[in-house]
């Protein structure tokens, strides 16, 4: 046995978006003023709930840590094209690749989690209003906001362990703009059904039943919904939901088509247009969506953005 000589050379070539130098160019602005207003717009949310403490209740501390979320998630795959744009050099180092991969599926199933858990507290929040401080308590909470951590942590790094024992001898182009495990499964010449199938069961579990979970969520506060007697409530109860529904059309809309559609009707571009979408346009948007429509948030980011003025004066 030569393993040295049987594995993949030291590096891969991350095609990106496109090979026209003038798209690129494009490409480069467009995501770089992408990437700068995701992070002031996350982090700003961020520094919002944490320094309002008429904020601190649950909601928006699920809030907080999506937002978090979404920044390492934009952090972890738009700064290395921008930087591949800009030096005209395509390559990643193998162990770079396993790196950005581990950090991509961590953050993409704390995304996916979170949304859910997210719908389980306004689940509680309109179906059970009184017992709401009593159901969602601090320690509660915490394990609704820990728990998802350390459980993308672990799937994360069963992912990487199962893409090390493949072995990659031929082409070493990768048809994307950051290292994903699809493209990769189809450049190695080993057997990758070990790793399929554990990509349809970890499909299974953060995509699919969190979708389920938030749909049964959906299904119940609407039903309550329907029960308020006055036009006024019915709409002052939805409104606290439309910002959250907004989410998880634009997240699992993208996600059930690139890892629950049969590979068949998968192409490259397509597979590159829905990670566009939740690796740069949902971690962007996330921010105008919950801010825009929430009389309270915006409040406090006037507070903060006026407090910075201040002290700056």
């Excluded at 309109?126 to 951590?149: D, E, F, K, Q, V």
Aim: charged share 10%; glycine share 4%.
């Amino acid at each position: 046995m030569e393993p040295r000589n049987q594995t993949s050379a030291s590096e891969f070539i991350l095609l990106g978006l496109s090979e026209n130098p003038e798209q690129e160019t494009l490409l480069f602005a467009l995501f770089l003023c992408m990437y700068v207003v995701t992070v002031v717009g996350n982090l700003l949310i961020i520094l919002a709930i944490s320094s309002d403490s008429h904020l601190h209740t649950p909601m928006y501390f699920f809030l907080a840590n999506l937002s978090l979320v979404d920044f390492g998630l934009a952090t972890n795959t738009v700064p290395k094209m921008l930087v591949s744009i800009q030096i005209r050099s395509k390559s990643i180092s193998y162990p770079c690749c396993l790196t950005q991969m581990y950090f991509f599926h961590f953050f993409g199933i704390m995304d996916s989690v979170l949304i859910a858990v997210m719908a389980y507290d306004r689940f509680v929040a309109i179906c059970h209003p009184l017992h709401y401080t009593t159901i969602m308590n601090p320690r509660l909470c915490g394990l609704l906001a820990g728990g998802p951590w350390v459980f993308s942590c672990f799937i994360s790094l069963t992912h990487i362990l199962l893409m090390v024992r493949l072995v990659f001898c031929g082409n070493n182009k990768i048809p994307h703009y950051f290292c994903d495990l699809t493209p990769l499964l189809r450049l190695s010449c080993t057997d990758t059904s070990v790793n399929k199938i554990f990509v349809l069961i970890v499909a299974g579990m953060v995509i699919a039943t969190p979708f389920l979970c938030i749909l049964a969520s959906y299904a119940c506060i609407i039903v309550a919904i329907m029960k308020v007697p006055s036009a006024g409530g019915r709409k002052k109860a939805f409104s606290t939901c439309s910002s959250h529904l907004s989410v998880v059309a634009l997240f699992y809309g993208t996600t059930i088509g690139v890892y629950l559609c049969p590979s068949s009707v998968r192409t490259a571009v397509k597979e590159k247009a829905s990670a566009v979408m939740y690796t740069a346009v949902t971690p962007l948007l996330n921010p105008f969506i919950y801010s825009l429509r929430n009389r309270d948030l915006k409040g406090a980011l006037r507070k903060l953005v006026n407090r910075k003025i201040t002290s700056s004066s």
